[in-house]
C-alpha cells in the first residue's frame, strides 16, 4: 500500500494570522546560533578511599536570542496591528511573572490553529532566527493531536522553507529528547501538557 499523500491549501486568514504575530516584532534584528553552556551534571568515582567528583566535557547548547529592540517598540508593534485589524487597542503590554510579554491570537474551533502557529514557528525562524519553541496545551488527549497535526504538515512546510521541525513530547522519565531539543540548530518544537509543565517534586519538569 501506498503512503497517502495529503496537500494542504493555504487560507489568507491563516497567512494573515502568521503575519500579524511575525509583525508584532517588526525591527527584531535576526540573530542565530546564540550558545549557552547546558549543565552537565556530575559522575561521583572512588580514588583511595577519596570521593571525588568529576564533570563531563562541556556541553553548549543553543537558545533564541534576546529581544533587540525595547518592549516599547513590540508595544507599538502591536498595536498598530491592532488597529489594522479593526480589533480593540491595548491600553498596556500584557506580561506575567513568566513572560515579558503575552500575545493573545484568538481563532475559532476548526480553523487551523495548529497548522497557524506551527507555520509562525517557521516564520520567526526565517524572519528573526528563533528555533526553540514549547507549546503548552490543556490536555493529554489535545497534546497527542497537535504532535499528530505537526507530523502530518511536516512535509508541506518542508516544501515551503526546505527546513523541517523536529517535535516530541516532553516526558520527564525520558529526557532524551529534551538534551537534543536543547543543542540542536534546527527548528525544534517541545509538546508538553499544563499539568507536566505546572509539575512541582519527583515529577517537575526538566529543562
Not at 517588526?26 to 580514588?47: A, H, L
Not at 507555520?119 to 524572519?127: A, D, G, M, P
Not at 493529554?140 to 499528530?148: D, F, L, M, N, T
Amino acid at each position: 500500500m501506498s503512503e497517502m499523500n495529503i496537500r494542504f491549501k493555504k487560507q489568507q486568514y491563516q497567512l494573515d494570522a502568521v503575519a500579524s504575530v511575525v509583525e508584532c516584532f517588526r525591527g527584531q534584528t535576526k540573530v542565530e546560533g546564540i550558545k549557552y553552556r547546558v549543565d552537565p551534571g556530575k559522575q561521583e568515582s572512588s580514588q583511595r578511599g577519596q570521593q571525588e567528583i568529576s564533570y563531563e566535557d562541556e556541553v553548549h547548547g543553543l537558545k533564541n536570542s534576546d529581544f533587540t529592540i525595547s518592549q516599547e517598540q513590540i508595544f507599538k508593534n502591536i498595536q498598530n496591528i491592532q488597529r489594522e485589524q479593526n480589533i480593540p487597542v491595548s491600553e498596556k503590554l500584557q506580561s506575567n511573572s513568566v513572560a515579558n510579554i503575552n500575545l493573545d491570537v484568538e481563532m475559532e474551533t476548526g480553523t487551523g490553529k495548529t497548522y497557524v502557529y506551527t507555520r509562525t514557528c517557521f516564520e520567526l525562524n526565517r524572519q528573526y532566527g528563533w528555533n526553540k519553541f514549547i507549546i503548552v496545551v490543556p490536555s493529554v488527549a489535545i497534546r497527542e493531536g497537535v504532535y499528530q497535526s505537526i507530523e502530518l504538515t511536516r512535509e508541506h512546510f518542508k516544501e515551503e522553507y526546505a527546513k523541517q521541525v523536529k517535535s516530541f513530547i516532553y516526558n520527564s522519565k525520558d529526557l532524551t529528547n529534551l538534551e537534543s531539543f536543547s543543542t540542536d540548530a534546527g527548528i525544534n518544537v517541545m509538546i508538553i501538557n499544563v499539568q507536566a509543565f505546572n509539575a512541582t517534586g519527583k515529577d517537575a519538569r526538566k529543562a
